[in-house]
């Protein structure tokens, strides 16, 4: 380690926060008060188009609604290292807004440690880093215990 420190900047602008809570960006639709992420694709009320869109802070935790690992590398506006590595992936449920948000899984994580169901919060993380900062990105953590890392105690 060199002992400087990285600037942690979004990976892509407008996102979410970077507050020691983040929330992702959405927006809530004036027309119908449902609800849009991210706040800037998310367009409009398709029942009021002329209706405006409010930004909001989306809930911190949802539910598993799905998940995969995703063994390809995603699409600009991500950007990856090679070689790539797979990550697990999260399409997360949040009761309130009533919307699914796909995200990474934080690092440690492995499909089989996930159900459908299980209690997640939003967390950031790094995606890429160069010399002078760290681009992080969202992710999903479930909560409670962490699994037990590769190496660890097992039957076999």
Request: glycine letters at 12%; charged letters at 20%.
């Amino acid at each position: 380690m060199t002992g400087t420190t990285r600037q942690r900047v979004p990976a892509v602008e407008g996102f979410f926060t970077l507050d020691d809570e983040p929330h992702l960006i959405g927006g809530r639709l004036a027309g119908s008060g449902g609800y849009c992420f991210p706040l800037h694709l998310g367009g409009s009320d398709p029942r009021n188009p002329a209706a405006g869109v409010e930004e909001v802070e989306l809930s911190r935790t949802g539910r598993i609604w799905s998940f995969t690992n995703s063994a390809y590398p995603p699409p600009p506006p991500f950007i990856i290292t090679e070689p790539y590595v797979p990550v697990v992936v999260a399409a997360v449920e949040l009761e309130l807004e009533q919307m699914v948000v796909l995200g990474q899984v934080a690092p440690g994580w492995a499909v089989d440690d996930l159900e459908v169901g299980m209690e997640v919060e939003l967390v950031t993380g790094v995606l890429y880093e160069d010399d002078e900062r760290e681009y992080l990105t969202w992710q999903w953590r479930p909560l409670g215990e962490r699994p037990v890392p590769d190496g660890g105690d097992s039957d076999g």
